[in-house]
């Protein structure tokens, strides 16, 4: 503190002999920085979810945590998307009525230009249910689906709207960005946990010394803030456990661990396999012309990709169990196994219908698709994507209502030894962000084909996330084996991306590639989505032709991503990484640290006595001179020693 008011006292004789002009700039430059900082705290605490997810921190853990704010990035990711597509895409066509000008409409003679979807007659209520369900009939000819968008050009008083261009940019917007914002949180999630991986036992310090917030006053604030200390600390030291007992294996034990680890592989491989064939025969059969009127049959696929989605996640972390991973790499190897499940299923079904919508019959193919058997295959591949979200988001609801709550009454008030056996249930981080992960790569496939799959899956998670922390708070019990959030925030987004590089793909062949309907979207006069662009690039100047041509190249496409990546993670302060800069820094010493104290580069498995190193100089030195943190470093101190070393 006399350090303090000593710089303080000397700045206010400095600013003595500066000048009038001086002065004002000085204090309008820190009434701006204080108003900004105020802002800026104005803005968190507008925040969507902070105070639940600050709850739920204190009363789970870090890991825990990075799950909910994984869900909220989500969130505000989707209602971007959808603020792109209804403003560039719907938003002209519900203003163009009230226009001066009116909206010109193509129409293609002959067969491939009729597509009929309204049924006849009268219509039974619990078609309607259906219909709501499958996204067919009524729904088929709404702003839903890309068949209602049949509109070239907009005439508004002074200009004209070019639709399929903005149709199709949008569809690229919200992939690039999607990209640069995935790109960007991982980036900074990688750098916390470079720098966080580089040393452990200063990790241990951090929390100790410097992991109290002495900006809180009050109780229930630093009861959580006490708690996730706590928390981070058993994961510390569970984490350290681990690779000690992995580092003092035999040669006996290794040998064994890596047999069951191959055989375990190759029966999960025999499963994903299983699998996609089960997929593709539910796909294969549900087209049929005369089943589409009958729900079971149109939701075929999605039941056999929920119910394979269901049972293998179970079926890998039991499995996981016997190949004697650490908790953190269980969480990792078994998320890549459920995502390579879940993703490809996805994969098989656009093959396979695909396969059906590209075969024609007896080689009458007018257009480049079987238009007999789907007159607008575009709103038939956004039904499939819709119907994969719905049926996602009713599993979601049922497992929580009947499986989760259902189980916590059991285990509570039954003392039947299956009961005891079953035990509560723990928050499976693994399937909880593979859902959403799914739910996510589902959405960026569907939105070029349903333009309000955004909107629904924005509902959807913001739905989600209050079930999930119902079900959390009520029903689930700290983990057994706890783990950090820093690499799971990283290899969250590590996986939403490989989900967004995979979704890519199909909207891409399908843009590119396969011819459009001629009976419906906005590009029935041209032969594929993608002719728009270079037919609207040759009216354009040849200047700027050839900018857009070079911009567009993969060169260029290549040096902005290398150049973004580096601009996202690369440091933005002074990060001792390098070993030999970080071992000549000076450190601390203190009187009570005995000459053989491990170092910050030292490893916490070399030296198994540190934490109770650390206690003791918890109980001496800085209890005496950190008075504000007193009670808290005292009852860390107690919490320390209480926990298990071996």
């Known amino acids: 503190m006399a350090e303090k008011r000593r710089d303080k006292d000397q700045r206010l004789e400095q600013a003595k002999d500066l000048s009038s002009w001086s002065q004002w700039r000085q204090g309008t430059r820190r009434t701006l920085r204080r108003l900004t900082e105020d802002g800026f705290e104005m803005l968190s605490n507008l925040e969507l979810w902070r105070g639940d997810i600050h709850v739920i921190e204190g009363m789970f853990g870090t890991g825990i945590l990075s799950y909910f704010s994984f869900l909220r990035f989500l969130v505000l990711l989707n209602f971007v998307m959808f603020l792109l597509m209804f403003g560039f895409v719907m938003l002209p066509i519900i203003t163009a009525p009230h226009a001066s000008g009116n909206t010109t409409f193509n129409h293609v003679d002959g067969n491939t230009g009729l597509y009929v979807t309204s049924r006849r007659g009268l219509v039974v209520f619990h078609q309607h249910i259906t219909d ?20 070239e050009t907009i005439h508004f008083p002074k200009f004209t709207y070019n639709l399929p261009l903005a149709y199709l940019l949008v569809t690229i917007a919200y992939l690039f960005l999607s990209l640069i914002w995935i790109v960007k949180r991982s980036a900074t999630g990688f750098k916390r946990k470079l720098v966080q991986d580089e040393d452990r036992f200063q990790s241990f310090c951090n929390k100790i010394f410097a992991g109290w917030d002495f900006c809180i006053v009050n109780d229930s604030a630093a009861r959580l803030k006490r708690s996730s200390l706590l928390y981070e600390l058993k994961t510390d030291l569970e984490e350290e456990r681990i690779k000690q007992k992995m580092a003092d294996r035999t040669r006996k034990e290794k040998c064994r661990i890596y047999v069951i680890r191959l055989i375990l592989n190759l029966f999960v491989i025999a499963v994903l396999a ?71 299923s996805i994969c098989v079904l656009l093959v396979s219908l695909w396969g059906q919508i590209t075969s024609c019959q007896e080689g009458n193919c007018v257009c480049g698709y079987n238009h007999i058997l789907y007159p607008c295959w575009e709103s038939r ?25 259902p189980r916590k009454l059991i285990v509570d008030y039954c003392d039947c030894g299956l009961a005891k056996w079953w035990g509560q249930q723990e928050f ?84 590119a590639q396969i011819s459009c309907s001629q009976a419906c979207g906005p590009f029935v006069n041209y032969t594929t989505s993608w002719e728009v662009l270079p037919r609207t690039v040759s009216q354009l100047p040849a200047g700027a032709r050839t900018f857009l041509l070079a911009i567009s190249s993969e060169a260029f496409a290549v040096s902005l991503f290398v150049i973004t990546w580096y601009g996202c993670a690369r440091p933005r302060g002074p990060v001792l990484l390098d070993p030999q800069v970080r071992d000549s820094s000076p450190t601390p010493q203190t009187e009570s640290a005995p000459a053989t104290a491990p170092t910050l580069g030292s490893s916490w498995s070399s030296h198994p006595r540190t934490l109770l190193l650390m206690s003791e100089l918890l109980g001496l030195g800085p209890c005496n001179w950190l008075f504000t943190g007193i009670h808290y470093r005292c009852w860390l101190t107690r919490h320390i020693l209480s926990l298990d070393l071996d």
């Open 132 to 151: 709501l369900l499958s996204g067919a009939g009524f729904l088929e000819q709404t702003y839903l689906f890309y068949g209602y968008y049949k509109v």
């Open 274 to 344: 299983a699998c996609f064939y089960s997929i593709y025969i539910a796909t294969n059969f549900s087209q049929k012309v005369n089943f589409i009127l009958d729900l079971i049959y149109e939701y075929l696929p999605s039941i056999v990709i929920t119910l394979a989605n269901f049972i293998t996640p179970l079926i890998f972390s039991l499995i996981i169990q016997f190949e004697d991973y650490s908790p953190a790499f269980e969480i990792r190897f078994t998320l890549m196994r459920c995502v390579f499940m879940r993703l490809t």
């Open 381 to 405: 591949v956004g039904q499939e994507m819709y119907k994969l979200m719905i049926f996602d988001f009713i599993i979601i609801c049922a497992v929580t209502v009947f499986v989760e709550f």
């Open 428 to 511: 499976a981080i693994p399937q909880n962000v593979l859902g959403i992960v799914y739910g996510q790569t589902i959405c960026w496939i569907g939105t070029f084909y349903c333009p309000l799959l955004p909107a629904i899956c924005t509902i959807k998670y913001f739905i989600i996330f209050y079930i999930k922390k119902v079900t959390l708070v009520n029903n689930c019990r700290p983990a057994t084996r706890p783990f950090r959030a820093s690499s799971s925030n990283f290899f969250f987004l590590a996986v939403l991306l490989i989900g967004l590089a995979l979704a890519c793909v199909p909207v891409t062949i399908g843009i």
